[in-house]
T-cell receptor, first 114, second 115 residues
Framework: AQSVSQHNHHVILSEAASLELGCNYS??????LFWYVQYPGQHLQLLLK??????LVKGIKGFEAEFIKSKFSFNLRKPSVQWSDTAEYFC????????????FGAGTRLFVKA | GAVVSQHPSRVICKSGTSVKIECRSL??????MFWYRQFPKQSLMLMAT?????????EQGVEKDKFLINHASLTLSTLTVTSAHPEDSSFYIC???????????FGQGTRLTVV
């Protein structure tokens, strides 16, 4: 079955530190990949997405992600985090598996210390 | 990007009553919509896939008689929580897929509280 794994459930960083959140998926076919962010008390917002082409995808707010097909990974990165990046981050994959579904990872809760 | 509107954003109901949540795609036609449930501090769990004009496909462990889904048009899907109980209290989120079947757009969610 299609699944999405996020390696870190909680991450604590100081401002200006670099961020990398891991995401691996299990599906052998063509996939579309997403990272969403959920700020406290708010709904999901799309950070970035990968459909095809350049495997290094740049999103909003200085985030980027790299699709490595051989590793089934789509890790999220940001060179220098800010306090305002404190939020929960979800990796998601959609693919056709007898039906079209978007499956989410468990999420990573990021806390950035000022 | 495309807009998905979910209504109501918050609802409080008495135990035993039913609650209907609407999900509308405002500027595109969505042949497929999805319903998710999010428990506090947890990820989104897919409940069911709703296809216009046909029966919804429920994920394992989701009671189809409890969570009734109707997708009568290309822009509207509804989720009805029947005979709600306190354990049904949760955050329910819908998403709609565009005609290219490439990206899902999310509603703002509905916080259901059953008292």
């Amino acid at each position: 079955a299609q699944s999405v794994s996020q390696h870190n459930h909680h991450v604590i960083l100081s401002e200006a530190a670099s961020l990398e959140l891991g995401c691996n998926y299990s599906y052998g076919g063509t996939v579309n990949l997403f990272w969403y962010v959920q700020y406290p008390g708010q709904h999901l917002q799309l950070l970035l997405k990968y459909f095809s082409g350049d495997p290094l995808v740049k999103g909003i707010k200085g985030f980027e992600a790299e699709f490595i097909k051989s590793k089934f990974s789509f890790n999220l990165r940001k060179p220098s985090v800010q306090w305002s990046d404190t939020a929960e981050y979800f990796c998601a994959v959609n693919a056709w598996t007898g039906g079209f579904k978007t499956i989410f990872g468990a999420g990573t809760r990021l806390f950035v210390k000022a | 990007g495309a807009v998905v509107s979910q209504h109501p954003s918050r609802v409080i109901c008495k135990s035993g009553t039913s609650v209907k949540i609407e999900c509308r795609s405002l500027d595109f036609q969505a042949t497929t919509m999805f319903w998710y449930r999010q428990f506090p501090k947890q990820s989104l769990m897919l409940m069911a896939t709703s296809n216009e004009g046909s029966k919804a496909t429920y994920e394992q462990g989701v009671e189809k008689d409890k969570f009734l889904i109707n997708h009568a048009s290309l822009t509207l899907s509804t989720l009805t929580v029947t005979s709600a109980h306190p354990e049904d209290s949760s955050f329910y989120i819908c998403s709609a897929v565009d005609s290219q079947n490439t990206e899902a757009f999310f509603g703002q969610g509905t916080r259901l509280t059953v008292v």
